[in-house]
């Protein structure tokens, strides 16, 4: 009752859900930053596992507000985590008919050029999340970072 063994049980259970949803603006992206904060300080991710998976996470959502939702700001982005194997998993889903995600991204895999302001948001995704999944359409992005064990 109220021992070690318990403390230590309740440690390891971690928030297993959570959701965020806000309007299509940039100014929202405060929001994000903080929830992000929050979850990767919850989660137990290093600094550098958290500055790569925040910045991945990001850029989805900047791409789902701009791209996706097209700033209507009656349009919703959906951003939802979950742990699961190890593995932190943050879902960005916009309300948008979606992209060509694999000729978009051979596109910028190709080559950006060095004079071209944007077009880099999906190869920065590819490189800071451990695994990322996008649904059929290209309205919704599944990022992974793998929760390494600190100490
Ligand atoms: N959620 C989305 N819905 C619709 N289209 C998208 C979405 N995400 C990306 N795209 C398309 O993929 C393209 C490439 O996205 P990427 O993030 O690489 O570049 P960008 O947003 O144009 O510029 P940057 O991110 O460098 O500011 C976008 O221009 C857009 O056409
Ligand atoms: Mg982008």
């Known amino acids: 009752m109220g021992d070690a063994t318990d403390d230590s049980k309740v440690r390891r259970v971690s928030i297993p859900r959570s959701a965020m949803v806000i309007a299509s603006a940039l100014d929202q992206l405060g929001r994000v930053k903080q929830w992000m904060r929050e979850l990767v300080e ?11 998976m925040t910045l991945a996470v990001h850029e989805a959502v900047v791409n789902a507000i701009m791209h996706g939702n097209k700033q209507d700001v009656r349009k919703r982005v ?12 943050v ?3 916009d309300e948008g008919n979606g992209f060509d995600v694999a000729r978009r991204l051979g596109r910028a895999l190709k080559s950006v050029s060095p004079t071209e ?13 451990d695994e990322v999944v996008y649904n059929e359409r290209g309205n ?8 390494r064990r600190r100490g």
């Open 140 to 147: 919704e992005v599944r990022l992974a970072k793998v929760i």
């Open 78 to 89: 959906e951003i939802a985590h979950a742990c699961e194997d190890g593995r932190l998993i």
């Open 91 to 93: 879902r960005v889903k």
């Open 42 to 52: 919850h989660v137990g991710l290093g600094p550098r596992e958290a500055f790569d």
């Open 117 to 129: 302001p944007s077009g880099r948001g999906l190869l920065l995704i590819t490189r800071l999340a």
